[in-house]
């Protein structure tokens, strides 16, 4: 690999997020490890989220983007990232999260000294919409942990992980069928020709949803029954997001 080309590349989709990007724009740009590229899908937005990155692309000749012509959903979206990417590593990241400074390093040295992880995600601390702090959230360590818990829910915070490019000649792209639960999904796909982990360190701030929708709730609960069925956990997933669908519901009122 020469020098001139990128490690890490950090994929993000932006969907009117004015609000939030400048935050999340800047913890890339600002990170420790500093051989990278960011790129950033605008998927269709219809406030000033362009014009906040136009600036930035002015004084950071590391930042791409790539405006959609209309709205195609986050894992359309991503798929566009990667294939527009030249990095070794692929480096996810949500325009309205914040990663610690250190975050890219810790998880590339990781990587570079342990071969078999394909996907590598971190701890995060959750906030609220406002920014305040809800609670600090830690994922399963190892793989086998990993495995353990995909019946129940995702093994990783989505906008933690970083992933080798190989890991999607083995698996695939995001299925763009789906609005919802990618990720899951993904990871589903690769439990049994992949390898997973997360540091236990906090790297990332993440923004909590304030309400999810019904809509919401039962298209995630789907994509769990039909990975249950396709990858052979039906009963455990059914009974782990039936249990949160009910808890949420009740929550509402």
Not at 10 to 28: E, G, K, L, P, W
Not at 95 to 121: A, M, T, Y
Not at 130 to 154: E, G, Q
Request: aromatic share 12%.
């Amino acid at each position: 690999m020469s020098a001139t080309t990128p490690l890490v590349s950090v994929i993000m989709s932006i969907y009117n997020s004015h609000q939030t990007i400048i935050r999340a724009v800047d913890s890339i740009i600002c990170q420790t490890y500093q051989n990278i590229e960011i790129i950033i899908i605008d998927d269709a937005s219809e406030d000033c989220s362009v014009d906040i990155i136009k600036e930035y692309i002015d004084k950071d000749n590391r930042i791409k983007l790539i405006q959609n012509n209309k709205n195609m959903g986050l894992a359309w979206s991503l798929n566009k990232a990667i294939m527009n990417s030249k990095g070794f590593y692929i480096a996810r990241m949500d325009s309205d999260d914040r990663s610690h400074c250190e975050r890219i390093e810790r998880q590339v040295d990781f990587l570079e000294n342990n071969p078999k992880i394909d996907v590598l995600g971190t701890a995060s601390r959750y906030v609220d919409e406002n920014y305040r702090f809800v609670k600090n959230i830690t994922m399963p360590k190892y793989h086998k942990d990993c495995a353990s818990i995909l019946p129940k829910t995702t093994p990783f915070i989505h906008p933690t992980v970083v992933i080798r490019r190989t890991f999607f000649d083995k698996v695939g792209f995001y299925d763009e069928s789906l609005r919802k639960a990618q990720d899951y999904e993904l990871w589903a796909r690769g439990m049994n020709c992949a390898y997973y982990a997360n540091l236990a360190d906090i790297l990332l701030d993440y923004t909590v949803p304030k309400n999810k929708s019904y809509k919401t709730m039962l298209q995630e609960i789907k994509v769990r029954t039909a990975c249950a069925y396709k990858y052979h956990f039906l009963l455990s997933s059914l009974r782990y997001t039936l249990i949160g669908f009910l808890l949420a519901v009740v929550t509402r009122f």
